[in-house]
């Protein structure tokens, strides 16, 4: 069976930092590229990174650039957050997401279950 | 705000036709990006319902359809049934931010 599985969340105080990881079976993520999406509580979803399959392109959503670092070890077959500098807007569901192509345009036909991550005092 | 725009809410009665409407701009969906639909049922995570504006996944019925033309996409399901009530989602991706975009969301409610 196909299937990505986060962990890695948790309630953590502002300023702290958070790594998340998203492992993959049932295929080999080489060949894809990987988000990672959010959803803050009641509210829609958000782009947060990307990365293409040999980490050539990697994108950040603007809210996040220079405090969030994707990555991938296509060895273990796994995807990385690694989240510093948390503010309280941070708070949400992550979704780790695999894209159709190994480039972010062809569709997100994989999805976790998520990770909660809590950002407060 | 999010740079896809889309109502927040629709409804419709069962067995009705409703559409979702998503709309971008020239940066996205109007320099020829393609389209991609999503279903979240209440707790759940997303689920790809129409990929590249109008293709649907294996699985997906057909009353699902998706088109684009312009600067707008929208997604039509037809024949709705008390199982389709969920919040929908469309994406794109943005040249101008260098990454995937997504609507604000639809939540469809069946009278």
């Known amino acids: 069976e196909v299937q990505l599985v986060e962990s890695g969340g948790g309630l953590v105080k502002p300023g702290g930092s958070l790594r998340l990881s998203c492992e993959a079976s049932?295929?080999?993520?080489?060949?894809?590229?990987l988000n990672w999406v959010r959803q803050a509580p009641g509210k829609g979803l958000e782009w947060v990174s990307s990365i293409t399959g040999g980490s050539n392109y990697i994108h950040y959503a603007d809210s996040v650039k220079g405090r969030f670092t994707i990555s991938r070890d296509n060895s273990k077959n796994s995807l990385y957050l690694q989240m510093n500098s948390l503010r309280a807007e941070d708070t949400a569901v992550y979704y780790c997401?695999?894209?159709?192509?190994?480039?972010?345009?062809?569709?997100?036909?994989?999805w976790g279950q998520g990770t909660t991550v809590t950002v407060s005092s | 705000q999010s740079v896809l725009t889309q109502p927040p809410s629709v409804s419709g009665a069962p067995g009705q036709r409703v559409t979702i409407s998503c709309t971008g701009a020239?940066?996205?969906?109007?320099?020829?990006?393609?389209v991609h639909w999503y279903q979240q049922l209440p707790g759940t995570a997303p689920k790809l319902l129409i990929y590249?504006?109008?293709n649907r996944p294996s699985g997906v019925p057909d009353r699902f359809s998706g088109s684009k033309s312009g600067t707008s996409a929208s997604l039509a399901i037809t024949g709705l049934q008390a199982e389709d009530e969920a919040a929908y989602y469309c994406?794109?991706?943005?040249?101008?931010?260098?990454?995937?975009?997504f609507g604000g969301g639809t939540k469809l409610t069946v009278l």
């Open positions: 997401a695999r894209d159709q192509g190994s480039n972010p345009l062809n569709g997100m036909d994989v």
């Open positions: 994406q794109s991706y943005d040249s101008s931010l260098s990454g995937s975009v």
């Open positions: 049932g295929f080999t993520i080489s060949g894809f590229s």
């Open positions: 590249v504006n109008s």
């Open positions: 020239s940066s996205n969906i109007g320099a020829g990006y393609d």
